[in-house]
């Protein structure tokens, strides 16, 4: 009777924003959400530095996460419904895998990948869902060979990371809401329920193919009018060079304005004890950081966590071609002219380089369509809007406002 009302206990129900009062079936899952790892995602932004841009953009990876949980939830239950063999190990498992998957992120998301580890976080997610295995007893073990995409079900894996996996319809939807650009909305639970199994691989019925090809506009208008955003890129860059340079380059007591989970950090050799100190850190070490770092002597550090604070942001000039060189060369003359900048700092404010967007990768496991007559042919062999190029490139230069 105990063990009966403690589970009872575990099964919270929680209110979602977009998709209601939601609530998961393996008691396990409340037991990994509990779990200072995963609280962590509270206080990591989805989004990055996106708030800068648009003010609502303050939702946070934890939110997400149980937002792809819900979605698979609903996957796996309109795939059994349709007669796809998924024992309930195997939907735990992807469960797990699907709530785990973005654990790995550092502070501000993307902002300060690989500054504070030199791998990707889909490489510290393994690496947490394999302490986290240590820590449960080996209850993550088919979560992680799911993950690893090492199981023979491969649309179990195609659900967690494909080009029509529940992260994506979760943060698609999630993201337009927050930022309230109504371009990102898309038929989530209308893909979902058209989704099929064909020879272990994840299909979706023909009759979907509208929701599927508004769901890649919506990708590509999300990236360029939201992720991409030219201020959101300008926030992007100055926040990575000054870790980047604090870190690497500034001195002693500069490196000591950093909080001291940063300071422990960059200095612990062995990798595993990083991954732990990493999983400390969030957005609240970042921004306490930049603070302090205002009071810099260093002209760099103190412009820039300056203008982060104050939201004097880097000017940017982005091109669907190259930037002339000449253009360049009047920029850096008159931000050199007006500041007096060193060398170094001068290089570090002037700051050119490219974006690109890539909606559809027809090499990468492609999205699937099942006919009406059973057959299975790829969407770029079927949708017309697949004629079109998927991938774009943009140019861009930042630098110092001048007058």
Same mark, same amino acid.
């Given at each position: 009777?105990?063990?009966? #009302?403690?589970?009872?206990?575990? *099964?919270?129900?929680?209110?979602?924003?977009? #998709?209601?009062?939601? =609530?998961?079936? %393996?008691?396990?899952?409340?037991?990994? $959400?509990?779990?200072?790892?995963?609280?962590?995602?509270?206080? $990591?932004?989805?989004? =990055?530095?996106? +708030?800068? $841009?648009?003010?609502?953009? /303050?939702?946070?990876?934890?939110? @997400?996460?149980? =937002?792809?949980?819900?979605?698979?939830?609903?996957? $796996?239950?309109?795939?059994?419904?349709? =007669?796809? +063999?998924?024992?309930?190990?195997?939907?735990?498992? /992807?469960?797990?895998?699907?709530?785990?998957? +973005?654990?790995? %992120?550092?502070?501000?998301? @993307?902002?300060?990948?690989?500054?504070?580890?030199? /791998?990707?976080?889909?490489?510290?997610?393994?690496?947490?869902?394999?302490?986290?295995?240590?820590?449960? *007893?080996?209850?993550?073990?088919?979560?992680?060979?799911?993950? *690893?995409? +090492?199981? @023979?079900? *491969?649309?179990?894996?195609?659900?967690i990371s494909g080009q029509l996996d529940v992260d994506r319809l979760d943060y698609l939807n999630r993201d337009s809401f927050y930022t309230g650009v109504a371009e990102g909305v898309i038929g989530y639970d209308r893909i979902i329920t058209m989704l099929n199994v064909v020879d272990n691989r994840l299909v979706v019925e023909e009759k979907a193919i509208y929701s599927i090809e508004k769901f890649l506009i919506a990708r590509k208008i999300m990236y360029w009018q939201v992720y991409l955003h030219k201020t959101s890129l300008a926030v992007e860059k100055m926040i990575y060079n000054l870790f980047d340079y604090t870190i690497s380059d500034a001195n002693r007591n500069d490196r000591n304005l950093m909080t001291k989970t940063i300071i422990e950090l960059i200095e612990e050799k062995s990798l595993r004890k990083k991954v732990d100190l990493f999983m400390k850190l969030d957005d609240s070490d970042i921004i306490c950081s930049i603070k302090n770092m205002m009071t810099s002597s260093d002209l760099f550090i103190k412009f820039v966590s300056k203008g982060l604070i104050e939201r004097k942001l880097l000017k940017i000039i982005i091109k669907n071609v190259k930037i002339n060189r000449d253009s360049l060369k009047t920029i850096r003359h008159n931000v050199e002219k007006e500041y007096r900048f060193s060398e170094y700092v001068l290089k570090r404010l002037v700051i050119e380089g490219l974006v690109s967007n890539e909606i559809y990768n027809e090499k990468s496991d492609e999205i699937e369509i099942l006919l009406k007559s059973g057959v299975v042919i790829p969407l770029s062999k079927y949708s017309q809007f697949m004629s079109y190029d998927s991938k774009s490139v943009k140019y861009f230069v930042l630098y110092p406002e001048y007058t």
């Open positions: 009777m105990f063990a009966l #009302y403690f589970n009872m206990k575990k *099964k919270k129900i929680f209110n979602d924003p977009l #998709y209601g009062l939601i =609530g998961f079936d %393996h008691e396990i899952i409340y037991r990994l $959400i509990d779990h200072p790892y995963f609280q962590r995602l509270r206080r $990591i932004k989805q989004m =990055g530095l996106s +708030d800068y $841009i648009y003010p609502g953009a /303050v939702h946070t990876r934890f939110q @997400h996460s149980l =937002g792809a949980l819900y979605l698979m939830k609903k996957s $796996i239950e309109s795939l059994r419904w349709k =007669g796809s +063999d998924i024992t309930d190990e195997e939907y735990k498992a /992807v469960s797990i895998a699907i709530l785990l998957h +973005d654990i790995g %992120h550092g502070p501000f998301s @993307h902002a300060l990948e690989r500054i504070f580890l030199p /791998v990707s976080h889909e490489e510290i997610t393994l690496k947490v869902m394999e302490e986290l295995n240590i820590q449960f *007893k080996g209850e993550l073990d088919l979560a992680i060979r799911i993950f *690893k995409n +090492d199981y @023979h079900k *491969k649309f179990l894996n195609q659900l």
